[in-house]
């Protein structure tokens, strides 16, 4: 069987809601949270490694709440995004930063660990099971073309809509081949009836309901983050010292490596329902679906038995 691993960006678990963690609140009726979920779709569908991205300072809670749990059944690996991990020209620089710079390095992060094509996704999104079953056959029958070769599993946005406020997804142009051309973070997307839109100073913007979005669901390879590397040394020397909230992105790299026509991005497309944890009013919402999808016979009540097997 060809490898690919499953890497999981969980260095924001520090955002907290209701005096706990929102990617490791339980969601499941065994203590479950939403990346026991993935995870589990993942080694399904034939990924044999999981890499945590998280913070040093939270890694006993993780091991404790998830870590431990998912070591008994695939290889674990744990990366460690932080603040000051950037080259050290650039430290004094940005001494004043308090936060991580964004998915781009946390992806970085993962150099020493990669040696496989590999999908990434967020701590607490569900993506369903279609889409690691789309991923995992992409990233294990992708051909040379002479262009680095990626795929993005992208989701209709009114199925990652919230009903508890705005939400920022990466609106997608797409080919009649189905390939990516273009992405465009948009930011505070709500839900309005059966549609989507953005309400700023200037008025309301209506989006197409059914366009296709960008999880954050990503099909990468190894070649990949040595174009991050080169590409974050650019983005801390063109950013000012005084900006200490520029994120270094996926959607926006991509996006600019696609209009250098440096690499391709298969569009692969999920039609299941996305959900997640962006407020802590979202929970109830992530409890009952999970709840119906064990009754509908989607997963087992239990994931996995208490010998650690599957």
Excluded at 18 to 23: D, E, F, R
Excluded at 235 to 259: C, M, R, V
């Amino acid at each position: 069987m060809s490898r690919a691993a499953l890497v999981i960006m969980a260095a924001g678990i520090g955002s907290r809601f209701g005096g706990g963690i929102k990617q490791l609140a339980p969601v499941g009726p065994n203590g479950e949270i939403i990346m026991d979920y993935s995870i589990y779709d993942a080694l399904e569908a034939g990924f044999d490694k999981v890499v945590f991205v998280i913070r040093k300072d939270l890694e006993k809670d993780f091991k404790e709440v998830i870590g431990n749990r998912i070591e008994k059944q695939t290889e674990v690996a744990y990366v460690y995004q932080e603040v000051d991990d950037i080259p050290a020209d650039y430290k004094d620089k940005f001494a004043g930063r308090t936060k991580p710079w964004g998915t781009g390095q946390a992806i970085l992060c993962c150099k020493d660990v990669i040696d496989s094509p590999f999908l990434v996704i967020n701590a607490d999104d569900y993506y369903g099971k279609s889409a690691f079953k789309e991923a995992y056959s992409y990233l294990t029958s992708v051909h040379d073309t002479g262009k680095i070769q990626i795929c993005m599993v992208s989701f209709i946005l009114k199925n990652t809509l919230s009903d508890n406020g705005g939400v920022t997804r990466g609106l997608c142009q797409v080919d009649s081949d189905g390939m990516l051309t273009g992405i465009k973070e948009t930011h505070n997307i709500e839900k309005e009836g059966m549609g989507a839109v953005i309400r700023s100073d200037s008025g309301t913007q209506e989006l197409d309901a059914d366009s296709p979005v960008s999880m954050n669901m990503w099909g990468l390879t190894p070649e990949f983050i040595d174009i991050l590397k080169t590409g974050f040394d650019e983005f801390l020397k063109e950013i000012a010292e005084d900006d200490l909230k520029a994120e270094y992105l996926l959607p926006t790299i991509i996006g600019e490596l696609l209009e250098e026509g440096r690499l391709d991005v298969k569009v692969l497309k999920s039609h299941d329902q996305w959900f997640g944890v962006t407020y802590k009013e979202d929970r109830e919402t992530v409890t009952n679906a999970v709840r119906k999808l064990i009754e509908d016979g989607i997963y087992p009540s239990v994931l996995y038995s208490t010998q650690g097997e599957r």
